[in-house]
């Protein structure tokens, strides 16, 4: 079943391409530059009836909840965020008629956020699932969803799915902009976007043995920063979730900008920062904060586009093909997944099952 590879968390990664292709087929809509998800349930009337978007999910899954929301402020100029599933229901959520909310979960049965479901039904509020286990119980207990079709996961650390994740988000986004005031021209870029995904994230794999360099280096640092800002900041969580839940070495994620606030006291030659920098509107910004690691001496990986110049101020690049904004950080993603893989390699770990984790988390 391994076909070649030497763990299932590989064999994921590498199917990424043609699971996305499965993924997005019969879902764009060239003609009215939009998204097609009728599993939603919910008409184009009730969709503009919805005034703010509210993700919830555990682990990873929250935080592309969180890159969702971005997508969803970008394109549908509408009002989203997300909150990890396992908060949530604890605080006595107030739950309101004109949120959509989405329940977004590999499994299916994890149960923080299939108690979080139940939570906002019973205060008659709508939720739909972006679920890749087809009929599992968030699957069934939602009012509608989006299936992931990512094929099954098998390494206990997630890694495709996630990147199935983000592409239904943006098909949610898309959609939720063109009922509201995304016009037909950003539509089909949007559209055209999606479409070039597969083949950006393919040639991501292609610059595999250079990002496996890279990762051996970061294999001998105990602890390392992930850093971004708004998109860039949930790529970052992302990053460093996914190195320390196989690598077992220590990284946090900061927004870039909250470095200054206290974390930067920890800057130091010891300690790498792997810095995602798109070529956004917030670029300079970001390389600000890297002059600010420089001047520490902090060594720097840098995730980002073509044309981004960083002078010395970081010693590894890693190039991410440069598509539309809003989606580039779904294909930023897929180099942190990389890293992750060798640098947990490089240590010897037992890759698809890291220690004190399990696959799907049914208790409390
Ligand atoms: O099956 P779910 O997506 O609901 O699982 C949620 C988390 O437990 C899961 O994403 C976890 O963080 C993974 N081990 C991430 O790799």
């Not at 990762?215 to 990053?239: D, H, T």
């Amino acid at each position: 079943q391994l076909e070649g590879h030497d763990t299932f968390l590989h064999k994921e990664i590498h199917e990424q391409p043609t699971s996305l292709e499965r993924m997005l087929s019969g879902r764009l809509d060239d003609r009215f530059a939009t998204a097609r998800l009728d599993g939603l349930g919910i008409d184009a009337r009730e969709l503009r009836g919805f005034r703010r978007v509210k993700a919830i999910g555990c682990g990873s899954s929250f935080y592309i909840g969180q890159l969702g929301a971005s997508m969803i402020e970008d394109l549908a100029r509408i009002p989203a965020d997300a909150e990890a599933a396992s908060e949530f229901r604890y605080r006595n959520p107030i739950v309101e008629p004109d949120t959509l909310y989405v329940a977004v979960s590999q499994s299916g049965e994890t149960a923080d956020t299939l108690f979080a479901v139940r939570e906002i039904q019973r205060k008659g509020g709508c939720v739909v699932g972006l679920v890749n286990v087809v009929g599992s119980s968030i699957a069934r207990e939602c009012d509608g969803g989006i299936y992931l079709h990512a094929g099954p996961e098998v390494s206990v650390a997630s890694t495709k799915v996630l990147t199935h994740m983000g592409v239904g988000f943006a098909l949610l986004a898309l959609l939720l902009g063109r009922v509201h005031d995304l016009s037909y021209a950003d539509g089909a870029r949007i559209v055209a976007g999606l479409r070039a995904l597969p083949g950006q994230v393919q040639q991501m794999l292609d610059s595999e043995d250079e990002i496996a360099v890279v990762a051996k280096g970061l294999a001998q640092s105990p602890s390392s920063f992930f850093i971004g800002r708004v998109r860039g900041y949930a790529v970052a969580r992302e990053g460093a979730q996914k190195l320390k839940e196989i690598s077992y070495q220590h990284a946090e994620a900061y927004q870039a900008s909250e470095l200054k606030h206290g974390p930067l006291a920890l800057i130091s030659p010891q300690m790498p920062t792997v810095a995602i920098v798109p070529d956004d509107e917030l670029v300079e910004r970001n390389l600000g904060a890297l002059h600010e690691i420089a001047a520490r001496s902090g060594p720097v990986i840098a995730v980002t586009h073509p044309g981004v110049e960083f002078g010395d101020l970081a010693a590894e690049r890693i190039v991410v093909p440069h598509g539309e904004v809003e989606l580039d950080p779904i294909v930023l993603t897929i180099p942190l997944q990389l890293l992750a893989y060798h640098a947990a390699a490089a240590l010897g770990r037992d890759i698809d099952r890291p220690r004190n984790l399990a696959k799907s988390v049914t208790v409390e």
